[in-house]
């Protein structure tokens, strides 16, 4: 599991810095902003989880529903941020990056989707983790 957030949370900050080129050629260049910040903490949080991991102790399945949960959430929060800056939505759960920008209930839907599971998803993973220190 350790090498497994190294390498996940290395890539996700990756994607981070290659968002942030991007940044002033989307629709929403604020929450193009956000999106690459999240990436790049959230790619930092996945390698300091993967530093911790030797002091969790966990049941395997555990272990694995936590791993999953906090990628899925990290990669989640990069993408939905992402998506609506480059289709100008995310007015439901981010109003304040994005603006007056608003896309088709479909976009909104899929963006705002994103942002709930992640968190619940993160909540939940990270409880995981406390709980296997």
């Given at each position: 599991m350790q090498k497994a957030l190294f390498a996940l949370g290395?890539?996700?900050?990756?994607?981070?810095?290659l968002t942030g080129f991007v940044v002033p050629a989307l629709k929403n260049p604020r929450m193009a902003l956000a999106s690459h910040l999240e990436a790049v903490l959230n790619g930092m949080f996945l390698v300091v989880l993967g530093l911790l991991w030797p002091h969790i102790h966990l049941p395997d399945g555990w272990a694995?529903?936590?791993?999953v949960l906090v990628v899925y959430a990290a990669y989640a929060n990069w993408?939905?941020?992402l998506l609506a800056a480059a289709?100008?939505?995310g007015r439901k759960l981010a109003p304040i990056a994005?603006?007056?920008h608003e896309a088709t209930a479909a976009k909104e839907g899929i963006v705002s989707f994103l942002l709930a599971s992640l968190s619940v998803s993160m909540v939940a993973g990270i409880g995981i983790v406390i709980a296997g220190l």
């Open positions: 290395l890539v996700l900050f990756l994607l981070g810095l694995l529903a936590a791993v993408i939905a941020s289709w100008g939505a994005t603006g007056d």
